[in-house]
C-alpha cells in the first residue's frame, strides 16, 4: 500500500514539473495525454487496485482522485495561462500607435489617353457645343454612303473594314454622327456638336497604327458658315492643347464627305518649325483632317444645301496624345505599362 501512495506521489511530482516546462498548446496536449489520457500511469494504477485487499481499495481510490485532481487543476491553470500570454502577443502585434503618421494609399488616376479626351472635349464645349454618341456597330449606309463614300471607295474595301454582315460593320470613323446629329435635329440650326469615340479598322498595328483607336469628330451647321469659321475654331483649339504660341496651316487635301478638304498642320512640337526628324524637317506636323460639309450630305440629311453650310473636322486623340506627351509608340498607350502612366498622374 505504501509503494503505491510513494508511486502516485513520485507521477503527481514529475507530472508538475513537466506541466511547468510547456510551453505552447500543443505540448500541453501531449502532455495531457501522457498524464490524464486513457493509457496514462494514473488510470494503469486505477485498473490494478483490484490486486490490493478490499479494505485497502478505497485508501488507494482516494489518493488517485487526489493526484487527478491535482493534475486536472494544474493543466487548467496553465491552459488560463498560455492563452493569456497568446493573447498578450497578438494584442501587442495588433496595436495600433494613434499618433503615428498615416500612410498613403496608392490612388488611381485616369489614363493619359482619357485626359487628353477630355481636354478636347471641354475646350469644344466651352466653344458652345454638345457632345454626341453614338452606335460602334454601324449600318453601311450611314458609314459609307450618307458620307458620300459610293460603292467602289477603297475605303470599303474589306482590308479596311471589320464587315459583321453584308449591311453591319463595326464603324471606322466617328463621321456617321454628322449625318445622325442632322438627321435628328433638322430642321432647327445651329447644329454644334462634337462626338468622341472608338472605331475600328483592318490595321497591322505598329508603332503609328491600331486596329481599334479613337476619334472625336466636329460639326457645325448653320447659315454663313464659312472656311475662315473653320480655320478659327481650329486654330482656338491647337492653341488651347499645345500653347498660346503655337501657329497652323491648312493644306489642300480631298475627304468624300466635305468640300473643299483640308488637312490642319502645326508648328512641329519638337523643333518649333526649324525642321527634325519628327516633322521630316518640313517643320510642320499633321493634326486632323477638315473640311466644309459637302452639299450632298447636307441635302442628305435633310438640310437645303443652297441655304445652309457647315464645316466638319475629325482628330485622334492617340495621336494629339502622343504629339503633346512625346510618346513615339501607340502600343504604349494600350499596354497599362505603370512606368508610363505614372507620369501622367491627376488626382480624381
Not at 136 to 153: A, I, R, S
Request: proline share 5%; hydrophobic share 35%.
Amino acid at each position: 500500500m505504501t509503494d503505491w501512495i510513494a508511486s502516485l506521489q513520485s507521477l503527481r511530482d514529475r507530472a508538475l514539473g513537466e506541466l511547468a516546462d510547456a510551453q505552447d498548446m500543443r505540448q500541453l496536449d501531449e502532455w495531457r495525454v501522457q498524464y490524464l489520457g486513457k493509457k496514462s500511469d494514473l488510470t494503469q494504477i486505477s485498473r490494478q487496485m483490484g490486486q490490493l485487499p478490499a479494505e485497502e481499495r478505497p485508501v488507494l481510490g482516494e489518493h488517485v482522485n487526489q493526484v487527478r485532481s491535482v493534475l486536472q487543476d494544474a493543466l487548467t491553470k496553465k491552459q488560463e495561462a498560455l492563452h493569456a500570454a497568446e493573447l498578450e502577443r497578438r494584442f501587442a502585434a495588433e496595436t495600433i500607435d494613434v499618433t503615428a503618421p498615416g500612410r498613403r494609399k496608392p490612388r488611381g488616376s485616369m489614363h493619359p489617353l482619357t485626359q487628353i479626351i477630355e481636354e478636347i472635349v471641354e475646350i469644344f464645349v466651352a466653344m458652345g457645343y454638345e457632345v454626341a454618341e453614338g452606335p460602334e456597330v454601324e449600318t453601311d449606309e450611314y458609314n459609307f454612303e450618307k458620307l458620300n463614300l459610293p460603292k467602289h471607295h477603297p475605303a470599303r474595301d474589306m482590308q479596311d473594314t471589320f464587315y459583321l454582315t453584308e449591311s453591319l460593320l463595326l464603324r471606322t470613323q466617328t463621321s456617321p454622327m454628322q449625318v445622325r446629329t442632322m438627321e435628328r435635329m433638322r430642321p432647327n440650326v445651329p447644329v454644334k456638336v462634337i462626338a468622341p469615340g472608338k472605331v475600328y479598322r483592318r490595321d497591322e498595328d505598329d508603332a503609328t497604327h491600331s486596329h481599334m483607336f479613337h476619334q472625336i469628330e466636329g460639326l457645325v451647321v448653320g447659315e454663313g458658315i464659312r472656311m475662315s469659321d473653320l480655320k478659327g475654331t481650329l486654330e482656338l483649339f491647337a492653341r488651347s492643347v499645345f500653347g498660346a504660341d503655337q501657329t497652323v496651316r491648312l493644306r489642300p487635301s480631298f475627304f468624300p464627305f466635305t468640300e473643299p478638304s483640308a488637312e490642319l498642320d502645326i508648328r512641329c512640337t519638337n523643333c518649333g518649325g526649324s525642321g527634325c526628324r519628327m516633322c521630316k524637317d518640313t517643320g510642320w506636323l499633321e493634326i486632323l483632317g477638315c473640311g466644309m460639309v459637302h452639299p450632298r450630305v447636307l441635302d442628305g440629311a435633310g438640310y437645303d444645301s443652297r441655304r445652309f453650310s457647315g464645316f466638319a473636322f475629325g482628330m485622334g486623340p492617340e495621336r494629339i496624345a502622343m504629339l503633346k506627351y512625346g510618346i513615339e509608340d501607340i502600343r504604349l498607350l494600350y499596354q497599362n505599362d505603370l512606368r508610363l502612366l505614372r507620369q501622367f498622374h491627376r488626382v480624381l
